[in-house]
């Protein structure tokens, strides 16, 4: 024992701090021997790679002289529990292997000369998680040797046994700072954090044109497609079909804003609108081990993938629901609490999505400062318990909107205000609260049938929220022809509507990311012509630019076919007939999941499949459209997926309910056991998705050491997919 304290001396004589292996006669003095209990949490939280900052092999201070109870000599016991692989050389690190063994603050270990070779030249970010550390190992020289004593290397330290570390305390601030998640929560969630500068800017200062430059005059393209392009003047049409087609621009780069704003002028090279972010997340027992591990490594991708100016709140539920911190901006300090918070988590209790929602709603509703475009994410692997109960046999169907606050769908002006984005997760979540959450709330709900792709879904997500470039938006379409009436409006679940005499129809469309598309079917009644050519509708858009705060108005040409007497054979417009698979074969899933939910699944799938083969007759899949052929493949997934009961309430429910959800939307959503497997995902997947999943991969796919920590989460927690 004596020379391990000189050794120890030594050691903090040269400015470092030096973590002094234990015997089991050492421990009998020092530490009590834990219980089985704390030893089974340790090794859990170990092989998730993920510890509460609690139960960090660093403390935050350190006597300047070790004693036996110094916080400064600390021994992680999951560490000694069992082995664990190095994320850098992928080898084993062994007790007792003549190696020293350095395990960070964010929980991971390496080879003390493997870390300190990959942090040698400044690098204070974790391989592994990319956390900013507040410790990095440092290369000591080789202490001389007291006389008669054999030579002591800091990097071949001759023990056999237990976990060594050897760090350099780096520069913190003298103010002791408690964590947000630990602090007791308020009764008004009026405490975020004060909006970015490009925000604030923008909060401040109306759009003013003489004070830009290089700013695109819109950022919405309209086009519009008649289904023929000619038709007899002696023949009228009681359900003729218009397309409205509408595109987002691209990400707008919009420079030097305001000559009186020199600051900012590098700030908005490339600017886009700051997002509220707040993150429901299942913390109840059924998410222990794998899936826990697998959250907190999507999070902590979000997190580093969030903007200085995006602010972050996370709320965790399990029985009850907390909030882990108030909204605050991601700057390098905001996203070292959060990935501190994050990490903190465990998994326990029962699930209680009611009050999760609450209290991330409460987030949105307190805030006093608001940056343009706010969302909120929910994730559950179960089902709620406590608002909702289950249907069955003797029960009537569960009223799902209970689940959600009166402030995201309780009046006129409350609903589609704060779009709820929904993770169902495995096997065991009710798919049908999580569509209806969504679908009420106006956001998507995604199927993440496979653990190892929740950190892509949540990428594909974000990377459309941070990319919103048109909000608000109010399509009307308008007859030009007095004669001329408007029938129908085939929006999916935008909110639409036609005026009492026909004259007017109107699409409420709300947010686009950059590149988005959206198409709608106009029905319109069609006359009889004397002349050449009949004007039908023209098209007018209404929305917000989210970063001007610039009210745009567009409109399109007149809609117009031509009226000769005798017409040839008619050539229908593939535009037109595309969207017209695609909103049948919806209905179609729409008619299978109602049939399959009474029990009969033979119907659904016979559904189906006449949905397939009239789709085969239509013109655009004659003409192998790229869309047509992704409907056919997804409707064939759909019925493999009720093969039998079983496999239905596995995860043909949820694919069907997640496929309704991107039809609906005509947004991306993530389905079954991938975000980008099939070209129909890809048919609604943006530049920045794309952009920002392939962020994700490369993440994961890329780093021998992330699949060396993935790889054995996922034989432990994975399940076969069903068929």
Partial sequence: ????????????????????????????????????????????????????????????????????????????????????????????????????????????????????????????????????????????????????????????????????????????????????????????????????????????????????????????????????????????????????????????????????????????????????????????????????????????FVIQNLGSNDRLSVIAFSSTARRLF????????????????????????????????????????????????SSIILLSDGQDTYTVNGSGANQPQPNYQLLLPLSIHGGDNAGFQIPVHAFGFGADHDASSMHSISETSGGTFSFIETEAVIQDAFAQCIGGLLSVVVQELQVAVECSNQNVRVRSLKAGSYPSRVVADGRMGFVDVGDLYADEERDFLVSVHVPTESGNKTSLVKVKCTYKDPITKETVTLESEEVRIERPEIAGQAVVSIEVDRQRNRLQAAEAMAQARAVAEQGDLAGAVSILENCRKLLLETVSAKSRDRLCVALDAELKEMQERMASRHVYEASGRAYILSGLSSHSWQRATARGDSTDGSSLVQAYQTPSMVEMLTRSQAMLLGSPSAQRLVQPLLSLGSQPKPR
């Avoid at 007791?184 to 830009?212: C, V, Y």
């Avoid at 009050?355 to 805030?367: F, P, S, W, Y």
């Fill in 1 to 300: 024992m004596g020379s391990k304290w000189r050794k120890a001396k030594v050691a903090l004589g040269m400015n470092l701090c030096l973590y002094v292996p234990r015997k089991r006669e050492d421990e009998e003095h020092c530490l009590s021997p834990p219980s089985s209990s704390s030893i089974d949490t340790a090794e859990r939280l170990s092989d998730a790679a993920l510890l509460s900052p609690a139960h960090w092999a660093v403390t935050s201070s350190r006597p300047n002289t070790p004693s036996p109870s110094s916080h400064g000599l600390k021994l992680s016991k999951s560490a000694s529990k069992s082995s664990k692989t190095c994320s850098i050389c992928l080898t084993k690190m062994k007790q007792g292997g003549g190696h020293a063994i350095f395990t960070a603050e964010c929980s991971h270990s390496f080879h003390f000369h493997c870390i300190t070779s990959n942090v040698k030249h400044g690098n204070q970010i974790c391989p592994v998680c990319r956390a900013k550390w507040k410790e990095i190992p440092v290369q000591g020289p080789t202490l001389d040797p007291p006389p008669g004593r054999a030579s002591i290397s800091p990097v071949g330290w001759p023990q056999n046994d237990a976990v060594m570390t050897l760090v350099r305390r780096l520069p913190s601030p003298r103010r002791h700072v408690v964590p947000l998640y630990q602090a007791p929560e308020p009764g008004i969630f009026d405490d975020d954090e004060s909006l970015g500068d490009q925000a604030a800017f923008f909060e401040r200062n109306t759009f003013n044109k003489d004070a830009a430059d290089n700013i695109p005059s819109r950022t919405l393209e309209i086009k519009t497609y008649p289904e023929v392009s000619a038709a007899p003047r002696s023949k009228s049409y009681d359900d003729f079909t218009v397309l409205v087609h509408l595109k987002a621009a691209a990400t707008i780069k919009r420079q030097n804003l305001s000559r009186h704003h020199a600051s900012l002028q590098q700030l908005c090279q490339t600017p886009r609108a700051p997002v509220d972010l707040v993150t429901v997340l299942d913390i109840s027992g059924s998410m222990a081990g794998t899936k826990l591990a697998l959250l907190k490594r999507a999070m902590g």
């Fill in 326 to 373: 108030p909204l605050r901006r991601m700057t390098d300090a905001g996203r070292q609490q959060a990935l501190q918070a994050v990490n903190s988590l465990v998994a326990n209790g029962g699930t209680n999505i009611a009050e999760g929602l609450r209290k991330g709603a409460k987030v949105m509703e307190d805030r006093r400062g608001k940056n343009p475009v």
